[in-house]
């Protein structure tokens, strides 16, 4: 009988991201064309670990105990293809697989991780899948995200999320994708497409534009962890870089606010800022000064300025309101984004009032903005403050009929009560 | 205090779409019990067994037969063992109905170890 052992019972986390670093770091090696094998292969290592760290507890290092168990699957199921094909240069190509594949043993570690996170980045964003499926098969590969998760937070159907993962990867084999960084020459075009990916990624955990939940901190956070990678990295630190990263940061820490403990949503006026997490704000901080390196000012870095705007006043009534209405103005002068235009009003109704907000609302004239919740949510708080509540009512309606988060029609039905109570 | 074997039947089949949540969370909670179970000092140990199946023999036809297991039809086979230490079969039952085993392994079969005594002699 084996006595009783010390069982590793200090749980070292298994993060996601930890999979998606293994998945990295092996497709590296064998080759974008065998990302399925690695992936499979990743999948028969957990469910592994499962059976035996449950029995067992966990190894001291259990990426290296994980990625050790899928490289070996991988070159067995390699060597097994081969002998049935019998193709001797195949079986040389193993060969060098396996050495290399020793060779992660030892710089497995933090360098060939980071490089390897960031060429599948790369990969993934690559212009010849669709913007969507770019997000979906960077969350599946880069950050380790199951397809049952990603069609959570999505609130799409597995399947339907497993295809498009699948489409998307046949792409890269057919475009002949290289697991690469781009070069100089075509840096900035692919490192826009990476960040605006990261920008949407965490915009639909933000307000999670579906479903029971107000947020899905995990998009936030895989976007602004990826952000970081990417800000750390000579060739794709940029200032723009910087400047998203301190966008993710500042409006991160407030996350822990968003929401009362019943799961109401509290607006920025409500929220308790003592909730607001202090370490990101500084984070961020110092990425918005290194943002601030260059001669280029992004529309990251005028959004960035504006959250931080929020996250540095010590209350909702000493904000500088003044100052965000020409961050704005600057924002739009860039992009007469209508969504801007939009949150430019709010600004605007605390410096020179309700009324003046609520013209400059109506002379928006954007199609967009006709199916877009917020915008009425807005028109129905500057209609009750201009004493219209009937109206205020009208628009409330409208922005319930327009969403579909739950939460969120909650939150506005609780204002229509609010007004009928005192008209 | 006598000896249980706690013989953990697992399905051979591998779970399809398993994500590091997945896996921690259930790890989490076989680590819980088995912590619970060592401080209450009756945990003797655990194993995991390979995923093979294993060799079986037999004497067949006056030779010894031996085959690989598992057979392909057969969905289950022996995963692991857990060894506790109790009172009694009742005893030894309870514990068994907090492992986490019961909810994600096929069934647990619980044993005794016959244990002969000098004094029972």
Not at chain 2, 27 to 38: D, F, G, N, T
């Amino acid at each position: 009988m084996v006595s009783e052992k010390a069982v590793n019972e200090s749980i070292d986390r298994l993060f996601r991201h930890d999979i998606g670093q293994m998945i990295s770091v092996l497709t590296r090696i064998f080759g974008i064309g065998k990302i399925d094998l690695v992936e499979d292969a990743l999948q028969i290592a957990l469910s592994r670990a499962l059976k035996k760290w449950a029995f067992k507890g966990i190894p001291g290092n259990p990426k290296a105990w994980l990625i050790q168990v899928a490289k070996n699957h991988i070159l067995d199921q390699l060597r097994r293809d081969n002998k049935s094909v019998g193709f001797e240069e195949e079986f040389r190509k193993t060969d060098e697989y396996a050495h290399k594949a020793d060779f992660i043993d030892s710089v497995y570690f933090e360098h060939e991780i980071f490089e390897g996170q960031l060429q599948m980045i790369f990969a993934c964003c690559h212009p010849s899948i669709p913007v969507d499926s770019q997000i979906a098969l960077t969350l599946k590969t880069v950050g380790g995200f199951s397809v049952s998760e990603i069609a959570h937070a999505f609130l799409a159907k597995k399947d339907a999320v497993a295809k498009m993962i699948t489409r998307a990867k046949t792409r890269l084999r057919d475009h002949n994708v290289k697991l690469e960084i781009p070069g100089r020459e075509n840096i900035s075009s692919r490192l826009e497409a990476v960040l605006k990916v990261l920008y949407l990624m965490f915009n639909e955990g933000y307000t999670a534009s579906i479903g029971n939940e107000l947020t899905r901190n995990d998009l936030c956070h895989e976007a602004t962890r990826l952000a970081k990678l990417l800000a750390a990295h000579p060739v794709t630190s940029s200032p723009k870089t910087s400047a998203l990263t301190a966008l993710f940061l500042f409006q991160a820490s407030r996350l822990p606010a968003r929401n009362s403990d019943d799961g109401t949503i509290l607006v920025l006026a409500e929220q308790d800022r003592s909730l607001w997490d202090r370490g990101k704000i500084a984070d961020g901080l110092s990425y918005l000064r290194a943002s601030a390196s260059g001669c280029e000012v992004s529309e990251y870095h005028l959004e960035a300025e504006i959250a931080s705007y929020h996250v540095l006043s010590k209350s909702f009534d000493s904000t500088d309101w003044k100052s965000l209405v020409g961050v704005y103005e600057e924002l739009l002068e860039r992009n007469p984004s209508p969504i801007a235009a939009l949150n430019k009003t709010i600004a605007v109704s605390h410096v020179e009032g309700a009324k003046a907000a609520l013209t400059e609302l109506n002379s928006l004239d954007d199609r967009k903005l006709q199916n877009y919740y917020p915008f009425f949510i807005t028109k129905g708080e500057l209609l009750h403050m201009t004493g219209s509540p009937h109206e205020a009512i009208l628009a409330f309606e409208e922005a319930i009929r327009l969403t579909d988060n739950e939460p969120i029609k909650r939150f506005v039905k609780e204002k229509i009560k609010r007004i009928t109570s005192d008209i | 205090m006598a000896s249980f074997m706690f013989l953990l039947h697992d399905n051979t089949s591998m779970p399809e779409d398993l994500s590091a949540e997945d896996v921690q969370g259930v790890i989490e909670e076989y680590l819980a019990w088995r912590k619970e179970v060592a401080n209450e000092g009756k945990l003797i140990g655990g194993e995991k067994l390979t995923d093979d199946g294993g060799r079986h023999l037999a004497m067949s036809d006056g030779g010894i037969r031996v085959t690989d297991g598992p057979y392909a039809e057969i969905k289950e086979a022996l995963g692991g063992y857990f060894a506790i230490k109790a009172a009694d079969y009742d005893e030894a039952i309870e514990i068994a109905k907090t492992c986490p085993h019961i909810k994600y392994g096929t069934k647990i079969e619980v044993r005794q170890i016959d244990e002969i005594n000098l004094a029972d002699m």
